[in-house]
């Protein structure tokens, strides 16, 4: 059965540096997803991204953060000097598209910044 | 903006006892409705969906969940709860908005806990 698969699974930084978490969304997808879920919260929307552009975000994406999808199979999320509440886990999530939006997501990218 | 209650945060219970989990949603418009799972140390797993049709819906490992547009709720249920399923359970909407990025909004979860 496909799945949404992220790599790496733990991601340990220092305040201020870039990282860039990496999801290989199912292969016939056509929308992707960033969530994040801090320790003892909710999952958090962050982007949607459809036809090569963000078609939403939410207020936690501001410009410290990117996506990317550059070779067509990956999808990316950069954060380009990270901070300390940026800790948490990233869900990369795809759906296919049509009107069934049953989203599929991946294990996880725990990041910790210190 | 839609958002998602989920009452209970914590629920406590003994083997083959019953398990209701309630959850609220606000949007008053046309959703999608969703409960997921996220066994310990994995990742999210959908437990079940509802997109339309009838309103009680059969998920996996015995759930189901029941949609009652009147009350804005979707509360999950299951008749007897074994020790496996001790997870965290979030409940999720979608709203159906033309030209929308189908975004998840998520509840704060319920951390569930079966004791044998």
């Known amino acids: 059965e496909p799945e949404v698969t992220q790599t790496p699974s733990h991601q340990v930084t220092q305040m201020g540096q870039e990282v860039i978490l990496r999801c290989v969304p199912i292969?016939?997808?056509?929308?992707f997803y960033w969530y994040r879920q801090i320790l003892g919260q909710k999952v958090e929307f962050l982007v949607s991204?459809?036809?090569?552009?963000?078609?939403?975000k939410s207020e936690i994406f501001d410009d410290q953060f990117s996506v990317e999808r550059p070779d067509g199979s990956n999808f990316t999320l950069k954060i380009r000097s990270t901070k300390l509440e940026d800790s948490a886990m990233y869900f990369c999530?795809?759906?296919?598209?049509?009107?069934?939006?049953?989203?599929?997501f991946g294990p996880g990218t725990r990041l910790t910044v210190l | 903006a839609q958002s998602v209650s989920q009452h209970n945060h914590h629920v406590i219970l003994s083997e083959a006892a019953s398990l209701e989990l309630g959850c609220n949603y606000s949007y008053g418009g046309t959703v999608n409705l969703f409960w997921y799972v996220q066994y310990p140390g994995q990742h999210l797993q959908l437990l079940l969906k509802?997109?339309?049709?009838?309103?009680l819906v059969k998920g996996i490992k015995g759930f189901e969940a029941e949609f009652i547009k009147s009350k804005f709720s979707f509360n999950l249920r299951k008749p007897s709860v074994q020790w496996s399923d001790t997870a965290e359970y979030f409940c999720a909407v979608i709203p159906i908005l033309t030209g929308g990025g189908n975004k998840l909004t998520f509840g704060t979860g319920t951390q569930l806990k079966v004791e044998l």
């Open positions: 292969s016939n997808h056509l929308y």
């Open positions: 991204f459809y036809n090569n552009e963000i078609s939403e």
């Open positions: 999530a795809s759906r296919s598209g049509g009107l069934i939006p049953e989203q599929f």
């Open positions: 509802y997109f339309s049709g009838d309103p």
